[in-house]
């Protein structure tokens, strides 16, 4: 009786070993190689934050308030004076911000769906800094958050 437990102990182990095995094989991840090939090709961005741009607009006899941030995203600030680049122009792309949204009516602006309304200041920045020959140090503007008051 002993021999047929230990039989079917030994047994039990076996199997339980080979399935752990055929998981293993089924389920290990992908080699890093694997992981590098596939992102070839991608390009990697940095994002500079570009905080409470307030602009004060006209409603109805009363002044309301449009507060956004941005994300300025760049291609090629991977080194700290690229980097630095975009940290110097922060006045410049609050500046032409704000001179850009002073032309709305509240409602008007309020109206403006959010995608367009970051394709219009994305526009606007590149025109002011072309229009002032300044080196445009980002590629993209993204709104990453609004308020409006």
Do not use: C
Not at 11 to 27: E, T
Request: proline residues 5%.
């Amino acid at each position: 009786m002993a021999r047929f437990f230990l039989l079917s102990v030994v047994s039990q182990a076996i199997i339980v070993a080979i399935g752990v095995g055929a998981l293993y094989v089924l389920l290990k991840p992908e080699p890093t190689s694997a992981y590098h090939e596939a992102t070839l090709g991608q390009v990697e961005y940095d994002y500079f934050p570009v905080e409470r741009i307030i602009v004060s607009l006209p409603s109805n006899g009363r002044e309301r308030y449009f507060v956004l941030d941005l994300m300025l995203v760049s291609e090629q600030a991977d080194n700290e004076a690229e980097q630095n680049r975009v940290a110097r122009v922060e006045p410049l792309v609050r500046n032409s911000v704000i001179s850009y949204l002073s032309d709305f009516q509240f409602e008007e602006l309020r109206a403006i769906p959010v995608a367009e309304l970051q394709q219009r200041l994305e526009q606007a920045l590149l025109r002011d800094f072309r229009e002032k020959r300044v080196a445009t140090p980002f590629d993209h503007v993204l709104i990453s958050k609004i308020l409006v008051q």
